[in-house]
């Protein structure tokens, strides 16, 4: 699940989004833009721009010496007890953590909610391996239930009501459950409680790594991340390798732009700070602690120099709260792990333009992200840039557009180059398209145009503009009589040459 092979269809996903969905996903999001806009506003927008700054500057800083601190990171993971290991791509990765839990006899296992876990499917892995895996943050616990993927970074079951919960509570769980969240959740916490006392391994990702001291930080709201990370008695993070930061005061930045950010808070309830495993049995914590370096995709992300600004993302989620498009269709139409307008510039880069080369188009370009990010990626460049490497293809990437677009725009190109060959085209395409058109419209084309005509008519191509210029503007008036007395001086030039010819043989 890692590079899936077949192509993400934007456009057809969003045709089978359930009508309900756009109304779900924006109450949730406005909730969440209300909360952030009241603590934004706390904190002065003479102080946030500053604060934003600086984050995207210690991002930017870290991904440009990623390789410094992650072996500093390693370093200090290993001087605290922990075990390092690195994972070139979702399957590696996977097959770590399975090892990890076979030499432990694992049987059952409990997560925090984590996107890297998400993108590589690790719940898939493991239980397919016959380890019964379960999520602990209550969205991901409603999502596992209902056997589907995420729908928001930060709230993955933000697409479902409280009703469509009690449902499928009713009916995966067999209780009698009200549409009431307070009730919801406790019998949520019911199971999970169960399942904490009885896990072998705790999995966790991370929001941060601190190079400098090797810790974990985990922040949440639910209080699930200390119990998969302490009760068990071996734990196990997988951890993008883009989360590593510098140090301490890179973090006192980045814990006040994140819950800011992500729910309106100035600080969530928990945040955890983990440091290899316990020291002593007295100490309480996992005995054995390991933590899996994930690339899956990011090295290639920082060959682009443009668009590896993607890495800076602290995954709030404020893009998606704000974005016109994601607040229609939700997070399931994009196809991958990542929505909204972090998933358009990040699932094209970590699977590949062919795979994902919809998402970067999947914008308005209205900009709303790239103001409410917290590290100020500039998405709309990037995704520009994007569209450029789908349709041209760079350094990193060929081409993704189908052959006979990019002929098409070739030659749009060359006519647009040479006048005459775009005055003479337009006259020819004005007889071509004579059999499809009606009235001013052509309604239907063949394919690749049909992607355009399928969902509204495209106007006919009538070339008159110039026609036009030359009979209401006195330049073109101009030029038309200079044309037609060119044309009639060689005309006559020609003729008389033709006669001169013609007498000559005669009398030869
Ligand atoms: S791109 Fe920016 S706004 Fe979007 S999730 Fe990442 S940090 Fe948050």
């Known amino acids: 699940m890692s590079r899936p092979n077949t192509p993400i269809d934007f456009r057809a996903n969003t045709q089978a989004v359930p009508p309900q969905i756009p109304a779900s996903v924006q109450r949730a999001t406005s909730r969440l833009l209300g909360t952030r806009a009241a603590v934004v506003d706390l904190v002065g927008d003479g102080r946030w721009q500053p604060l934003r700054q600086a984050g995207h500057d210690l991002r930017l800083h870290t991904i440009t010496h990623l390789d410094h601190y992650l072996t500093l990171t390693e ?159 071996l734990h196990v993070a997988v951890v993008g390798i883009d989360k590593v930061i510098p140090d301490l005061e890179s973090l ?131 995704l520009i840039h994007l569209r450029r490497r789908v349709a041209e293809g760079d350094q990193v990437d060929g081409p993704a557009i189908a052959p006979v677009l990019v002929a098409g725009a070739q030659a749009g190109a060359l006519a647009l180059s040479l006048p005459w060959l775009y005055e003479y085209g337009s006259q020819v395409l004005r007889v071509l398209q004579a059999p499809l058109r009606r009235g001013d419209w052509l309604p239907a084309l063949p394919p690749p145009a049909n992607r355009w005509t399928m969902a509204r008519p495209m106007p006919a191509f009538s070339a008159s503009f110039r026609q036009w210029w030359r009979a209401h503007r006195p330049e073109g008036r101009d030029r038309l009589r200079r044309r037609r007395i060119l044309a009639g001086v060689l005309a006559v030039g020609l003729t008389t040459a033709a006669l001169r010819w013609w007498l000559l043989r005669r009398r030869g």
Not at 282 to 304: A, C, M
Request: contains cysteine; aromatic residues 4%.
């Open 252 to 382: 006192d930045v980045l814990l006040k732009l994140l819950p800011r950010s992500a729910t309106g808070q100035k600080m969530t309830s928990y945040a955890s700070f983990i440091t290899g495993p316990s020291r002593s049995p007295q100490e309480g914590g996992p005995r054995e602690f390991h933590l899996v370096l994930l690339d899956n995709g990011r090295t290639r992300v920082l060959r682009d120099a443009i668009a590896r600004e993607s890495l800076l993302c602290i995954r709030c989620g404020a893009c998606l709260n704000v974005c016109p498009v994601y607040n229609h269709v939700g997070g399931h139409a994009y196809g991958n792990t990542y929505s909204g307008p972090i998933g358009s510039i990040l699932a094209p880069q970590l699977l590949g333009v062919k795979v994902a080369g919809n998402l970067p188009f999947a914008s308005s370009l209205c900009g709303a992200c790239a103001e409410y990010c917290p590290v100020k990626i500039p998405i709309p460049e990037i």
């Open 75 to 233: 370093k200090r993971v290993t001087e605290a007890g922990g075990h390092v290991h690195w994972a070139r791509d979702g399957e590696e990765a996977n097959r770590i953590v399975l090892e990890i839990a076979r030499s432990h006899s694992v049987q059952r296992a409990v997560k925090v909610k984590s996107m890297a876990t998400e993108e590589i499917g690790l719940n898939h892995a493991l239980i397919a391996a016959g380890i019964e895996t379960l999520e602990t943050d209550l969205g991901e616990f409603i999502i596992q239930l209902a056997g589907v993927a995420p729908s928001h970074i930060i709230a993955p079951a933000v697409h479902l009501t409280k009703d469509d919960i009690a449902d499928l509570f009713r009916q995966k769980l067999g209780v009698d459950a009200p549409a009431e969240p307070v009730q919801l959740a406790a019998i949520a916490r019911a199971r999970l409680r169960e399942a904490f006392l009885a896990a072998d391994m705790g999995i966790s990702g991370a929001n941060f790594m601190v190079a400098e001291i090797g810790t974990l930080v985990i922040v949440s709201n639910e209080g699930n991340g200390r119990m998969c990370t302490t009760l068990p008695p």
